[in-house]
């Protein structure tokens, strides 16, 4: 597999201290102390102008040696819920930026605070203002009936992949498919499930384990800009993602993390629906299930979809990138200066 990117990679020895015993914490400090050692070796060796951070404990060594020898730095957080490292690296780092307004407070911030900014998330630019038709070509899709695009990250979502797999021959009876399930080995399995079904639904059906997000004829970008709805979990990107597009969703959020409430961001804005995992396929038959009903709903309720949309656009930040990035240079300049 070619490498994802040529940026050079330095890592730094760090570990989870929340949750653990007695031994595990004290491996967990005695590592977070490692990584402050290298870390501090680190900014003396390439003397940063400012840094960036996207959250995670992995961050707290190279924040703490920042701040000690004076290096501005800039937290990201693209969730609407931050977790415990990046409650912390909030209180120390220079700046804090945030996906949407509603994050802030749960980092003791608000909207105008001289330590506070809302980005957006930063997308490519190509998400922006897409030919449909010419990203429906590129998956050799027909004009009707609808495209709906389910995903669930690189890994792909087990669950996700097994209700759509129950629901097969339902879903493709009213839609077409673009399915990027994963690259942990489900490909194979929904491949056999599809070869059952009718030549006719067959080709309706466009199963991928993974989509890259370049140029290719065949894109995670071009997916998206195919599609008119998708089905799909409710990490940081789809706060972004969606609305760049304008699509609609029923997201199906992971139940471990703090995806629900990314989910709620974008339901109560009427861009999205919400289905739990653990209540897509319900008690009875597969197609009574409330994520059959959802989604049956708005294939066929085409100003439905149309209205959420609308809705979804609204809350695009074509800027983020851009605006994310004159943010940190401005910190470097600063620092220079």
């Avoid at 595990?24 to 050692?37: E, N, V």
């Avoid at 759509?164 to 194979?188: F, K, M, S, T, Y």
């Avoid at 629906?273 to 009574?288: E, H, R, S």
């Amino acid at each position: 597999m070619a490498a994802e990117s040529n940026l050079p990679f330095r890592g730094l020895p760090a570990a989870a201290l929340r949750g653990r015993g007695p031994l595990q914490l004290a491996r967990g400090a005695a590592t977070m102390l490692a990584g402050l050692r290298q870390a501090r070796r680190l900014l003396r060796e390439v003397r940063p102008g400012a840094i960036l951070g996207t959250g995670g404990y992995v961050c707290v060594p190279l924040f703490i040696a920042a701040r000690g020898q004076r290096i501005p730095t800039l937290i990201y957080l693209p969730d609407v819920i931050p977790g415990l490292a990046v409650r912390f690296l909030a209180r120390i780092a220079t700046l804090t930026a945030t996906n949407v307004a509603e994050a802030l407070p749960h980092l003791g911030l608000q909207p105008g605070h001289p330590r506070a900014l809302v980005t957006g998330y930063p997308l490519r630019a190509e998400l922006f203002g897409q030919d449909r038709a010419a990203c429906r070509r590129a998956f050799a899709l027909a004009d009707e009936p609808p495209v709906v695009l389910v995903y669930g990250g690189s890994r792909g979502a087990r669950s996700l992949n097994r209700a759509i797999e129950a629901l097969l021959p339902a879903l493709l009876e009213h839609c077409q498919l673009i399915h990027v399930c994963g690259r942990e080995g489900d490909e194979q399995w929904l491949r056999t499930a599809a070869e059952h079904l009718p030549a006719a639904l067959q080709a309706r059906y466009k199963l991928y384990p993974y989509l890259a997000s370049g140029e290719q004829p065949q894109s995670m970008v071009r997916a998206l800009g195919a599609a008119d709805l998708a089905i799909c979990r409710s990490g940081a990107s789809t706060l972004g993602e969606l609305p760049a597009v304008g699509l609609p969703a029923v997201l199906v959020p992971y139940p471990y993390v703090h995806q629900d409430e990314n989910a709620d961001y974008l339901v109560r804005r009427g861009a999205a629906l919400k289905v739990a995992d653990a209540a897509m396929l319900g008690a009875g038959p597969p197609q009574d299930g409330p994520l059959f009903r959802a989604v049956l709903h708005l294939i066929h309720d085409q100003s439905e979809r149309e209205r959420m949309a609308e809705r979804s656009r609204a809350l695009a930040r074509p800027d983020a990138a851009r605006h994310l990035a004159g943010a940190l240079l401005g910190l470097a300049a600063r620092s220079v200066g």
